[in-house]
């Protein structure tokens, strides 16, 4: 495990590797129709999907030392308000990092989306520089492709994925 992944701190936000105690946080966050409006696999039905997505998340972790994390907000311990992060995957037969932020629509415009995936992008670039950190946005996704503009990310190419337009920003 890279220690700097599995547990650091922001100014506001406790970012922390996932694990099983999370799979209510999964279920609530991923099966919310609102925060999954631009998601192309859509929200997670039922208990057992979330725990197939915690399964496959915890899987990053025993297989990279990295993956996405459960953020809490420093000053309310023990409440997860998103998730964030970076998780090795395959981008048209090339090895990438996936940077994902979703949060709960209560924590929207607060800018703990962007602090997050600040903290990832940094982590990034110094344990795993030989990788390629990616997003991938659904076009109609205007805040999260400001989220990706903020962070210093480019848009490189527009892509077809999972039947959906999209934009994939490379980091710097």
């Not at 998601?39 to 057992?48: E, G, I, K, Q, T």
């Not at 395959?90 to 602090?115: D, H, I, K, P």
């Amino acid at each position: 495990m890279i220690q700097d992944f599995e547990r650091t701190m922001t100014e506001r936000l406790l970012l922390r590797r996932i694990q099983e105690g999370d799979l209510d946080a999964v279920f609530t966050l991923h099966g919310d129709p609102e925060t999954n409006r631009f998601n192309p696999s859509a929200a997670l039905r039922s208990l057992d999907a979330a725990r197939e997505l915690l399964a496959l998340w915890l899987g990053d972790w025993a297989r990279h030392g990295v993956g996405y994390w459960a953020v809490e907000r420093r000053d309310m311990p023990g409440t997860v308000v998103g998730f964030s992060g970076v998780r090795h995957k395959e981008l048209e037969g090339q090895r990438v990092l996936n940077l994902a932020y979703r949060f709960s629509s209560r924590s929207w415009g607060s800018g703990y989306a962007t602090e997050a995936a600040r903290v990832a992008l940094s982590l990034a670039r110094k344990h795993v520089p030989d990788v390629p950190v990616v997003a991938i946005i659904n076009l109609e996704n205007v805040p999260s492709l400001r989220v990706a503009e903020r962070l210093g990310m480019r848009r490189d190419r527009i892509i077809d994925y999972e039947g959906i337009a999209s934009a994939v920003y490379l980091a710097a």
